[in-house]
């Protein structure tokens, strides 16, 4: 079955939620957090994303997300792939952290903001982690109570300014406000586990994603809609990381075995290109690609030191 399209457009609102595969904890400690919170600032920049609430617990994580620049798919993975990598290298583990698709609900910001929010703050309460939202340090609900200095990238005047006018009064009533009542699962209000919001704000909603399902009949399966990465950038990428030149890379010497499957996986991978133009700047067959991408990866499971390479390699494209 075909993955639902993502709906991203500039200004769009999301809840995200991932967690750990099988349930296992993705933060082990503080400076796995730590980390995580430099990769949201990292792709906030990069791609013009905004935080209006989060919560980083155990085994999962949640953040309500204003996509400014119209882009979603590509900060979260960006930001769970690169924190799998520090995960796998600190942990010395493997194979993916997180299960499965990272799921998104497209928000209606005027009717869920608040509910959403004050659900993401109570998560911790809900796990019995603390007794009072306000006492938990990984969410956001210390900097909505003025508590802590928030972070650049994290938002609090959509939120706040919807209870009084000065700053010390929209705290003290966001307080009330969270005090008033326990958010349930937002998911079970959700239509068609899509989107969040009025009837209109839906069908508009299920517009888009009809118009999402026409382009993609009218493009190639590997067509995606977020930003691609030049393919000029994955070579020069490979060529450094292993310590060639472009003329040996392309060369129909085949004594750097590692470089040229792992240039033809992010090649197809990030750049976008076709096995068939892969195949091309190679000069190999169609077929010969594929045939050593698997082959890579059955190498990799067996290697740690080209783990470490392929992970150095999506780090590499991650800071571009």
């Known amino acids: ?10 200004g769009a609102f999301y809840h995200v939620f991932t967690r750990g595969n099988d349930r296992r904890w993705i933060f082990r ?14 792709s906030a920049e990069r791609w013009a994303v905004r935080v209006h609430a989060y919560a980083l617990m155990d085994n999962h994580y949640h953040l309500l997300i204003e996509a400014k620049g119209g882009f979603l798919s590509a900060p979260i993975r960006q930001i769970n792939g690169v924190y799998t990598q520090h995960y796998n290298r600190r942990y010395k583990t493997s194979g993916h952290l997180f299960h499965g698709r990272f799921k998104a609900l497209i928000v209606d910001k005027d009717g869920y903001l608040l509910t959403l929010s004050r659900y993401i703050h109570q998560n911790p309460v809900r796990a019995k982690m603390v007794s009072a939202p306000e006492k938990y340090r990984w969410s956001s609900c210390r900097a909505f109570l003025g508590l802590e200095e928030p972070p650049q990238w994290l938002e609090l005047g959509d939120t706040l ?3 009084g006018e ?12 969270l005090a008033a009542g326990s958010e349930t699962e937002p998911m079970g209000r959700a239509v068609a586990q899509l989107a969040l919001g009025s009837d209109a704000f839906v069908q ?28 000029e950038a994955v070579i020069k990428n490979a060529c450094q990381l292993f310590g060639i030149s472009q003329k040996e890379l392309f060369g129909e010497r085949w004594s750097h075995s590692l470089a040229k499957p792992v240039a033809m996986k992010y090649l ?12 091309k700047l190679f000069g190999i067959g169609y077929s ?30 991650a800071e571009m």
Do not use: C
Not at 210 to 217: G, P, T, V
Not at 291 to 315: G, N, T
């Open 288 to 317: 010969g690609v594929s045939l050593r991408i698997k082959r890579l990866a059955e190498q990799a499971r067996q290697s740690e030191d080209l783990r470490d390479k392929v992970a150095e390699m999506e780090d590499l494209l």
């Open 166 to 177: 000065s700053r010390q009064a929209q705290i003290d009533e966001y307080a009330k406000f």
């Open 204 to 231: 508009d909603v299920k517009k888009k994603v009809a118009a999402l399902k026409r382009r993609s009949r009218e493009h190639s399966h590997r067509e995606k809609w977020i930003e691609r990465t030049p393919k």
């Open 1 to 10: 079955m075909a993955r639902p399209l993502r709906v991203e457009y500039p």
């Open 268 to 279: 197809r991978d990030s750049s976008r290109l076709t096995l068939e133009e892969i195949a």
């Open 29 to 42: 400690d503080n400076a796995d957090r730590k980390r995580f919170f430099g990769l949201i600032a990292e």
């Open 161 to 163: 300014g919807q209870f």
